[in-house]
């Protein structure tokens, strides 16, 4: 019997460790990214994904970057490798098209909040439009067709 108690006490404490902070975004700063290697696309944002179509160096560029920006600045919400772990939307799902570049530009300029907890902060305070750009690039070309 006590056996069964130290094991169930230890049970709980990992789960209440491990799930301390999927609650919200909490306090994460994000990362700054560089992206003087990619096309500058200005201040203005775009309708729709200006890299989308890029391709050569020019897109292996874009994919890089992208994977690192989403690595250091969107995986742990939305998960490694773009693989949502039901925390938060899996971004791999937004359709490449004008619809989905629309919901992607307000999420990112917005962020989310519900019920005054920060889910997401708005990214657009913190990277530029090149950087969340190639994310949105790079999330494209791991998508499932």
Known sequence: M??????????IALISICSFGISAH?????????????????????????????????????????????????????????IS??????LRKLPADFDGDEWYIYRVQNGA???GAVYMPKMTEH???EALWSIRTWLESVSEK
């Not at 700063?29 to 500058?40: F, R």
């Not at 772990?85 to 899996?90: N, S």
């Open 113 to 115: 909040v519900r019920n």
């Open 85 to 90: 772990g039901g925390i938060a939307p899996d």
């Open 127 to 129: 990277l530029n439009q």
């Open 26 to 82: 909490g306090p994460v700063t994000p990362q700054a990214i560089n992206t003087s290697t990619l096309p500058t696309l200005g201040e203005e944002w775009a309708d729709m994904n200006p890299y989308r179509t890029e391709e050569g160096d020019i897109r292996t560029e874009i994919l890089r970057v992208g994977a690192s920006a989403y690595n250091q600045n969107c995986a742990r919400c939305h998960g490694l490798g773009g």
């Open 2 to 11: 006590i056996k069964f108690k130290l094991a169930r006490s230890h049970l």
